[in-house]
């Protein structure tokens, strides 16, 4: 069962997460990459041992359709550790992984079922979703007939590239009990592992309620809520998650160096992982309010202007 029952979280909270880890890059590889194992990690770590950590959003998805197994590929090639991806469920309880609430940005919907407006992901099956194509809006088309990845495909292939996940639920306002759902997928594809959950996984959201009730469901996993709150209110964030991760124009060092002097909910300095940065100035600007993570659709132009990894 993948829910820590009350008895259980004092025991949790003793288990000294490492919030930040150690996943160094490699060289950049080749451009179209598939599945296989990751480069070997290397290097220095945050908090003043060496540049930020780099997420990949939605994947590389700068040079991918965001949120498909191509962009996390395509991360993996470049050498990124880290990728982020969004989970809603659909209308018969699958979890899928995509960032809007609608199918019409991303995919062919509006063609394969024209008489469904207003093409909300809910509404369709999971089934009728995976007829979808989800790549050919991308760029120059190379990546026609890219898939909306289910939850358990994209965690099946974050595993095989040996990379870690930042996984966020999208809007759970629209998805009564999508916490739970999200932890049994998880449990289910091996995430919820000791090892796995130490270093290799966090969950966040724009909702703190809904980060809460992960925190409460599972004390272990590292947990950050998607937001800049209020200095002041900073402490009552510090209960139930581990990092603060805000959009980088709402932000200052003050205010990052008021959240570094929080412990969170596992005891250990608060984070701050900034997004969504794409460009050499703006990078080195928020590296230099003391940011221990920056989330990039564009991992290399980030990692060569900060030496993030």
Known sequence: MYVVRPAAAAAAAF?????????????????????????????????????????????????????????????????????????????DGELVVIHDDTLTRTTDVEEVFPDREPWRVRDFTAAEIARLDAGSWFADGRYTGARVPTLREYLDRVRLNQQ??????????????????????????????????????????????????VHDLRPDLVTAFLGTPAVADLPRYAEFTDRINPMHTTISADWVAAVHRLRGAHGRVMEVDTWIVDDAATARKVQDMGVDGIITNAPDVVREAVGGF
């Not at 950049?28 to 070997?40: H, K, L, M």
């Open 15 to 91: 288990l000294g997460l490492t919030l930040t880890v150690l996943c160094g890059t490699a060289a950049a590889a080749a451009s179209a990459p598939g599945p296989g194992p990751a480069a070997p990690s290397a290097g220095p770590g945050p908090m003043g041992l060496g540049g930020p950590v780099v997420y990949a959003h939605r994947g590389a998805s700068a040079y991918a359709p965001e949120n498909t197994l191509e962009a996390v590929d395509l991360a993996r090639g470049l050498g990124f550790d880290w990728v982020e991806n969004d989970v809603q469920r659909t209308r």
């Open 164 to 213: 870690r996940l930042l996984l966020e639920i999208k809007k759970p306002e629209l998805y009564p009990g999508i916490e739970e759902d999200t932890l049994e997928v998880l449990d289910e594809a091996g995430w919820l592992e000791e090892r796995r959950v130490a270093d290799r996984l966090v969950v966040q959201s724009f909702s703190a309620d809904s980060v809460s009730v």
